[in-house]
T-cell receptor, first 116, second 117 residues
Framework: AQSVAQPEDQVNVAEGNPLTVKCTYS??????LFWYVQYPNRGLQFLLK??????LVKGSYGFEAEFNKSQTSFHLKKPSALVSDSALYFC??????????????FGQGTTLQVKP | NAGVMQNPRHLVRRRGQEARLRCSPM?????VYWYRQLPEEGLKFMVY????????ESGMPKERFSAEFPKEGPSILRIQQVVRGDSAAYFC???????????????FGPGTRLTVL
């Protein structure tokens, strides 16, 4: 069965410091990986995705993520955090398999708190 | 270009009533997904629809829940005889199907927050 793990419920970082939000996955077949951000009482906003090609993916708002096949990871990173980055972050996966319907399997989410 | 629209944003129902949640996809998108976010849980897939077709309903509860996406009009998620455990945020997402379903980006609406009293 496909699954996504976000091992940290919360990540705290000081403004201006680099941030990392961790994600590991388990799928049969090629993984297609996504990051979304959710602000309070809002829907999910798409940040970036990895489908194929360069392992380093750049996305919105200065975020990037690195696909690591051997470690089955897709960690989200940003060189310099902003207070406005404080939100709930979700990693998700789909894969080509017997049911290629595109349903997203989400991790539990990681709350990012950036302190001034 | 308007994003995914969902209404109502907040819905309060008493136990036993029906809840109807509506989703209008982004312009040009013909694929709709519904997800549920229960308190203290992550988002869970419910159903995937194309116009007039249910493609994947593997995440739908077996009873009381149904979904449709008619040729004209929004997609509807219907919950009959609601119970307190149905209280959650329900999100709709749409995608354009430019590639395969697995690689397309899904764009989410603001959600409908259902409260069952």
């Amino acid at each position: 069965a496909q699954s996504v793990a976000q091992p940290e419920d919360q990540v705290n970082v000081a403004e201006g410091n680099p941030l990392t939000v961790k994600c590991t996955y388990s799928v049969s077949g090629n993984p297609y990986l996504f990051w979304y951000v959710q602000y309070p009482n809002r829907g999910l906003q798409f940040l970036l995705k990895y489908i194929t090609g360069d392992n380093l993916v750049k996305g919105s708002y200065g975020f990037e993520a690195e696909f690591n096949k051997s470690q089955t990871s897709f960690h989200l990173k940003k060189p310099s955090a902003l207070v406005s980055d404080s939100a709930l972050y979700f990693c998700a996966v789909t894969s080509v398999g017997s049911s290629n319907t595109g349903k997203l399997i989400f991790g539990q989410g990681t709350t990012l708190q950036v302190k001034p | 270009n308007a994003g995914v629209m969902q209404n109502p944003r907040h819905l309060v129902r008493r136990r036993g009533q029906e809840a109807r949640l509506r989703c209008s996809p982004m312009k040009g998108h013909s694929h709709v997904y519904w997800y549920r976010q229960l308190p203290e849980e992550g988002l869970k897939f419910m159903v995937y629809l194309q116009k007039e077709n249910i493609i994947d309903e593997s995440g739908m509860p077996k009873e009381r829940f149904s979904a449709e996406f008619p040729k004209e009009g929004p997609s509807i998620l219907r919950i009959q005889q609601v119970v307190r455990g149905d209280s959650a945020a329900y999100f709709c997402a749409s995608s354009p199907q430019t590639g395969t379903a697995s690689t397309d980006t899904q764009y989410f609406g603001p959600g409908t927050r259902l409260t069952v009293l």
